[in-house]
Nanobody
Framework: QVQLVESGGGLVQPGGSLRLSCTAS????????MYWVRQAPGKGLEWVSA????????DYTDSVKGRFTISRDNAKNTLYLEMNNMNAEDTALYYCARGGDYGYDYWGQGTQVTVSS
């Protein structure tokens, strides 16, 4: 069965960095677009970043451009999100998601990221 398992979240100070990972199994990872989405406390889901199947094309929501980097290692079936210069607005539950025909068709359980001094 399809599984997406996020890791790497935690508590970080403003201006700090974290690297999230998402390990995929149960499907051919290399043929799917992959996404990071997040949900801040009391708010709805927000798309953060996307990468195409080979990782050559990426996109970001405006609030993270220049600070976050999405990447993937298809040999390891793993998606990454490098987050730098973080601020309180980045506090959220971060999910990786697999692209489907109409949005995301599978999600992980999420990893909590908290930015606080």
């Amino acid at each position: 069965q399809v599984q997406l398992v996020e890791s790497g979240g935690g508590l970080v100070q403003p201006g700090g960095s974290l690297r999230l990972s998402c390990t995929a199994s149960g499907f051919t990872f290399s043929v799917y677009w992959m996404y990071w989405v997040r949900q801040a406390p009391g708010k709805g889901l927000e798309w953060v970043s996307a990468t195409n199947t080979g990782g050559s094309s990426t996109d970001y929501t405006d609030s993270v451009k220049g600070r976050f980097t999405i990447s993937r290692d298809n040999a390891k079936n793993t998606l990454y999100l490098e987050m730098n210069n973080m601020n309180a607005e980045d506090t959220a539950l971060y999910y990786c998601a697999r692209g489907g025909d109409y949005g995301y068709d599978y999600w992980g359980q999420g990893t909590q990221v908290t930015v606080s001094s």
